[in-house]
Each structure stands twice: as C-alpha cells, then as structure tokens.
C-alpha cells in the first residue's frame, strides 16, 4: 500500500523535526534536513511510475535537485557543529556511512544528468547505448537508496536519538515501520525501459 509508505514517511519526518526543534542550534539542523532529504529520495523513487515520461522525469528531477541540497545542508551542519566543539570527524558507523553515502549521492545525483541526455550522447559515443546509461542510473540508484537507510538507521542509535527514544520497543517500532516506505520503493520502482511513448522505446 503506497499510502501506508507516504504515512510511515511522514510521521517520521514530523517526529524529528519536532524533537530536534529546527534552528535551536546548529546541530537540530542536521536530523531535521537529513529526515526530509530521505523523505524526498524515497518519494522520488515511488513517483518515478507514473505514466507521463515528461511529467516523471521532471517531478524526479526537482525532487531529487531538493534532497541533495537539504542533504548538503545537514552535513555541513553537523560538520561545523563538531568543528565548534572541538569533536573529531568521521569516527562512528554512522559518520563513515554517512560520509560514503553523500559522496555515492553526489555521484548518483550527476549521473541523473547523464540518464537524462542519454540520447543525445548516445549520438556522440556510439559505443554508449541510452538503455545502458539508464539501466545503471536505476542500479545505482537503488542502492544509493539502500545506503541512505543504513545509514539512517545508524543515525537512529545515536546517543541523541535514543535519549529520545529510550524504550527498546519503541525503538524497533521506527525501525521496522522506516522499512516500509524503503521496501515498497524498491520492489516498485519502475526497472523497465518501456513506460515512455513508443517514441522513448525508439530512442532507446
Ligand atoms: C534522522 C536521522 C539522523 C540522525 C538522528 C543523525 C544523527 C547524527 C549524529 C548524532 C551525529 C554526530 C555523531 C556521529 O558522528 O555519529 C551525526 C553525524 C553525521 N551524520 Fe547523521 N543523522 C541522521 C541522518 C543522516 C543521514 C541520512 C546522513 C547521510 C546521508 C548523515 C550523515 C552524517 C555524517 C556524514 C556525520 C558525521 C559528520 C562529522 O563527523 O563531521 N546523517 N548524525
């Protein structure tokens, strides 16, 4: 059900923003724009199915344009914050993860631009068929969406979310829900080459 997946979303969003309370200090930054940033990941895979080629691909587009900013956003907030403190960087699973991902993202996130011009580079350098371009930007982003959820998760047994969370059960509760709106966007997302016009398979 993809209300359930919107809802699970949302929720969490809401959660977080509320308990970091945005602009309280530099580092409420970080949760909140990191929440809505896999928010808009997770969305964008989900409306990636819709029918109308010119509407997707730029719904998906600015979705995506939105979340890596936000995501940008949040880490140099955390960064500057732990450079403020006196704090080393990079020193948990989640820092390291969190560092990986933002730098699979960036990849993934200019990669779009090459899925998107497929065609016409396709014209240029023979040897590159559209279909592939696209094929592993759809690849490579399923599993830069698997990577942001690791990694979200790791956020989430952070000293400062589970001082908001302290029940265990609670705690797998969020946990299991997040894995929802993950799984749904990966077992739907659109892996075909065919939902474009006749004209699209063409180019293809
Ligand atoms: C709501 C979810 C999240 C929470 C509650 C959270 C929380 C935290 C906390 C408490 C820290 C400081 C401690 C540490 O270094 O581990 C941190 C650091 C960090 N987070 Fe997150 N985080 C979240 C989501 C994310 C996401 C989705 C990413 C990347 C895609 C990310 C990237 C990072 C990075 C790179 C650092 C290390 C910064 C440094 O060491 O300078 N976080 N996060």
Same mark, same amino acid.
Do not use: N
């Given at each position: 059900m993809e209300f359930f997946a919107h809802i699970v979303l949302l929720a969490f969003v809401a959660f977080i923003t509320i308990s970091a309370v +945005? /602009?309280?200090?530099? *580092?409420?930054w970080h949760p909140t724009c990191m929440a809505l940033a896999t928010l808009l990941w997770t969305e964008s895979l989900i409306s *990636?199915?819709? +029918?109308?080629p010119s509407w997707r691909v730029n719904v998906h587009w600015g979705v995506n344009a939105t979340a890596i900013s936000l995501a940008i956003f949040g880490f140099l907030s955390i960064y500057r914050n732990k450079e403020e403190n006196g704090k080393p960087h990079f020193t948990t699973y989640h820092g390291i993860a969190g560092i990986s991902t933002l730098g699979l993202l960036l990849i993934q996130t200019m990669g779009g631009n090459f899925a998107n011009f497929s065609v016409f580079i396709g014209k240029y350098v023979r040897a590159v068929r559209p279909s592939v371009i696209k094929w592993g930007h759809r690849v490579s982003g399923l599993l830069s969406l698997t990577a942001v959820y690791t990694t979200l998760i790791l956020g989430l047994c952070s000293f400062w979310f589970t001082a908001i969370v302290s029940s265990t059960v609670v705690w797998t509760g969020v946990v299991l829900s997040l894995l929802y709106p993950y799984l749904y966007a990966i077992f739907n997302?659109?892996?075909?080459?065919?939902? /474009?016009?006749s004209k699209e398979k063409a180019k293809n």
């Open positions: +945005p /602009g309280s200090s530099l *580092f409420s *990636f199915r819709r +029918p109308s997302a659109d892996f075909s080459q065919r939902k /474009g016009s």
